[in-house]
């Protein structure tokens, strides 16, 4: 039985045990970073690069990979989190309201796609003042009200597919 997913490990798809334990590297950090700047650039119905320039926009993913790395640090959050986020992101960035552009697109983003994957993957979860304590940078009511706009972005659809973890194989 998998550890994962309660099923022989033989119905699992290699590929699908590969990147489920693929360790934190600074590549992987580097794509998730990049990935959700991508997300946000090319969010339907918000401004045209919302990030800004070139210049603007590295310097908000180096912030971003600071906050990934402290929080990464805290929470010891499993890859599966990580790549059930990425999904979320991709999923929900069409339907990102304007109000995820306000302070901190990039750490808000990332921050609330692991909340949401993480309490949506476990059966025991952290809530929001562990959130808050780990982030050191949001209060849980923040995060509460980051979560649920999150979720509405996702139009509460939480089903994830093979393919769509898949879809970040290659850059993993």
């Known amino acids: 039985v998998h550890h994962a997913s309660l099923v022989h490990p033989a119905t699992h798809s290699p590929m699908l045990l590969k990147l489920v334990n693929s360790r934190l590297s600074l590549k992987f950090i580097d794509y998730i970073a990049n990935f959700i700047a991508d997300a946000l650039d090319s969010a339907d119905g918000l401004p045209a690069s919302p ?17 990934m790395n402290m929080l990464f640090a805290r929470t010891q959050v ?6 059930a986020a990425l999904a979320f992101i991709d999923k929900a960035k069409h339907q990102f ?10 750490e808000r983003t990332f921050l609330s796609a692991i909340v949401v994957a993480s309490k949506a993957l476990n059966d025991h979860t952290k809530n929001n003042i562990y959130w808050e304590r780990c982030s050191a940078i949001f209060r849980a009511k923040e995060i509460s009200c980051f979560e649920l706009e999150f979720l509405t972005s996702l139009r509460w659809n939480l089903r994830l597919s093979d393919n769509d973890i898949f879809a970040h194989y290659d850059a993993i």
Do not use: A, D, H, M
């Not at 320039?53 to 971003?64: D, M, Q």
């Not at 109000?99 to 990039?106: G, M, R």
């Open 51 to 67: 990030l800004g320039n070139e210049i603007k926009r590295r310097f908000s993913i180096v912030g971003l990979k600071f906050f």
């Open 78 to 83: 499993p890859t599966p989190v990580i790549l």
């Open 97 to 106: 309201e304007t109000t995820i552009l306000q302070e901190l697109p990039l």
